[in-house]
């Protein structure tokens, strides 16, 4: 038994190189259409929240002239700062580049070194600058500034798996709870179906920019792509949600009793639709956030991977490899001149 647990480690230490990574891990993937798809979809998205918006304007125009300019200029406010901006945030934020192949490796391991620079800047500064935050350990945080201070890389990436193990774990959760519940009570508190499009929206999409400020990383564009999708249709089913009456449907199999009562038939209706679509929207808005999360994670995980692998064959090595073939053809010709 004693063997077989010392035998144990040796085969754990043994390097993957970068053609098993490659195998196991890479997927074929179009970069440049997955960028193009993100840009559609982000336009999408904002067209979605524009036509929402003007109409909600529209509305208060119907009114009265004065709540339409006082409507049209929150409007821009709320598309810069809740569209515009947290957009913005998430596209500038690095990102780790896992998806590699054995020519590609090397070039993405220096890569993700300097996004781990980067997240571990940002995790320090945060912590020292901004008080009661409490998103990250402070102790793992010191041990933190102690690695990057002395150039200590294992100590970096032990470090930043451990906030992602605990501390950020648990804030995730937090912020991914507290959207949710503020998504729902918005919408059961909403009687417009625009208006409950607009909430999804740009709850959504700030839960997304708060997630990857508290990572300090985004995932890549492929993921990026699943992620604005899934956003762009919470909102569309935030919109079909208050038009779909469907509480209606749950207050029809109250029985005779209910029904006997209008008053109170209409009311439960009104209630029961409320709370369906909060609910509804709370739960889509927790699903982003999981979605989220679970691709940092993975990213992350493949990163820490792809940072031991065995790269046998790079730039480097070619360049020596051809040098010796010349040395080695030059002394073969050198002799063949001298035996003529």
């Not at 074929?28 to 982000?42: E, I, M, P, T, Y």
């Not at 580049?97 to 620079?117: D, G, P, S, Y």
């Not at 990250?136 to 930043?160: F, H, R, T």
Request: hydrophobic letters at 45%; glycine letters at 6%.
């Amino acid at each position: 038994m004693k063997k077989n647990k010392d035998a144990k480690p040796s085969e754990d230490n043994k390097k993957m190189t970068i053609y098993e990574y490659e195998q196991k891990y890479a997927k074929r993937q179009n970069l440049r259409g997955a960028r193009l798809v993100l840009k559609l979809l982000a336009a999408a998205l904002g067209v979605l929240i524009f036509a929402m918006l003007f109409f909600v304007v529209k509305d208060l125009w119907a009114i009265h002239m004065y709540a339409g300019i006082a409507g049209t200029v929150v409007a821009v406010i709320l598309f810069i700062c809740l569209y515009i901006m947290p957009l913005v945030k998430i596209m500038k934020t690095g990102y780790f580049e896992v998806n590699v192949n054995a020519k590609t490796a090397r070039a993405a391991q220096k890569h993700n070194k300097r996004v781990r620079h980067e997240i571990a800047d940002k995790i320090i500064e945060v912590t020292s600058k901004v008080e009661g935050v409490g998103w990250y350990d402070s102790q793992v945080v010191g041990a933190l500034a102690i690695a990057v201070n002395s150039g200590d890389e294992e100590g970096i990436k032990l470090s930043l798996t451990e906030l992602y193990t605990g501390s950020v774990k648990k804030s995730a959760k937090a912020l991914i709870s507290k959207s949710s519940l503020r998504c729902a009570t918005y919408s059961a508190l909403s009687q417009s179906n625009k208006v409950d499009s607009l909430l999804v929206a740009f709850l959504n999409l700030q839960l997304v920019k708060d997630l990857v400020y508290l990572y300090g990383f985004r995932p890549s564009d492929a993921k990026l792509v699943k992620i604005f999708a899934r956003v762009l249709q919470n909102s569309l089913i935030a919109y079909g949600l208050g038009s779909a009456k469907i509480g209606n449907s749950i207050v029809k199999s109250m029985g005779d009793a209910v029904r006997s009562i209008p008053l109170l038939g209409s009311a439960i209706s009104v209630i029961v639709d409320c709370s369906v679509q909060g609910l509804t929207n709370g739960v889509l808005s927790a699903v982003i956030g999981y979605q989220t999360i679970k691709y940092l994670n993975d990213e992350y995980k493949l990163q820490e991977i792809l940072d031991g692998v065995e790269i046998a064959e790079n730039e480097e090595d070619f360049k020596e490899t051809c040098a010796e073939i010349e040395k080695e053809l030059k002394t073969g010709k050198r002799k063949l001149q001298q035996a003529v």
